[in-house]
């Protein structure tokens, strides 16, 4: 069994949680393209079999999250569920925010939460945390694309936000708040979409069975932003031996499929010269 299962992830359940269920429905090795926080909800693409291979040309996706975010408080977690550590009298205006949001777009230098998988000196930035040890995890570069806040009031604001892979939800809350001198953490979170994972055509995990899970399986081939290649036979038998060819094509990458017309895997072509680069069926 090889594709994708474009699952609604529902809050309280981690995402190695939905991962370890997809793997006994299916009986076959699965990943996640893309983490979800315990605490989030939404669209979680999972690789079933040697589509989890993939992991790497979903990594840097674009995402859109809608988020809520509380004012005037910290915890050590940056959401709901953590240790307050701080308070403030102060809450910023829907004007300050507005104001504010500008200077979050971009590619920005973003310093990740301590609870998060983040490693520093070889250790987890969650495990350092819970130990007790003070450490703050390096900046590092993320895109920003929008910020738009859709209402709310006092304390309590609701956003919008597109953003590229990496992107830590949870530190725009903190950041968001640090702009309009205040604090912040996130309270509520859904993905909505992971690059071309929507949740229209999500699937809750509590749906699927032995007995249908194939029927919500996505065919690996069409989630790839690749345009397709077919090779003459003599080509097809090199490329199939491991050999590099040179071929007439850009370089970049191309869904490969044999002369029968099933769908092979990933070919790549670097100065004309092609191979195979991930092997699918």
């Not at 983490?35 to 909800?41: H, N, Q, V």
């Amino acid at each position: 069994m090889i594709g994708f299962l474009n699952v609604d992830k529902e809050s309280g359940k981690s995402s190695g949680y939905v991962v370890n269920r997809l793997k006994y429905l299916t009986g076959t090795p699965c990943g996640h393209m893309g983490t979800l926080d315990p605490l989030a909800s939404g669209v979680l693409p999972v690789g079933v079999g040697k589509a989890s291979r993939l992991f790497d040309f979903f990594l840097t996706k674009r995402k859109t999250y809608l988020a809520t975010f509380r004012f005037g408080v910290s915890t050590d977690t940056l959401d709901s569920e953590g240790k307050i550590t701080e308070t403030t009298d102060y809450l910023p205006t829907r004007e300050e925010l507005l104001a504010a949001i500008p200077s979050l777009l971009g590619e920005v230098d973003q310093v990740p939460p301590n609870y998060s998988a983040k490693s520093i000196g070889g250790r987890r930035g969650y495990a350092l945390a819970r130990a007790g040890v003070d450490f703050t995890l390096p900046a590092k570069k993320v895109k920003i694309e929008r910020i738009s806040l859709l209402g709310g009031a006092g304390d309590t604001y609701d956003f919008e936000i597109v953003c590229g892979g990496g992107t830590y939800i949870r530190s725009i809350a903190r950041d968001l708040a640090a702009a309009c001198a205040s604090l912040g953490i996130m309270t509520a979170l859904r993905r909505t979409e992971s690059g071309i994972f929507s949740e229209k055509e999500s699937v809750k995990l509590d749906c699927l069975t032995k007995e249908n899970i194939e029927n919500y399986l996505i065919p690996t081939d069409s989630v790839l932003p690749f345009a397709p290649y077919t090779a003459d036979c003599e080509t097809e038998r090199k490329l199939l031996n491991g050999q590099r060819v040179r071929l007439p094509l850009e370089d970049g990458d191309y869904t490969y499929y044999l002369n029968d017309a099933s769908f092979y895997g990933v070919l790549t072509v670097e100065e004309g010269i092609s191979r195979v680069r991930i092997k699918l069926c």
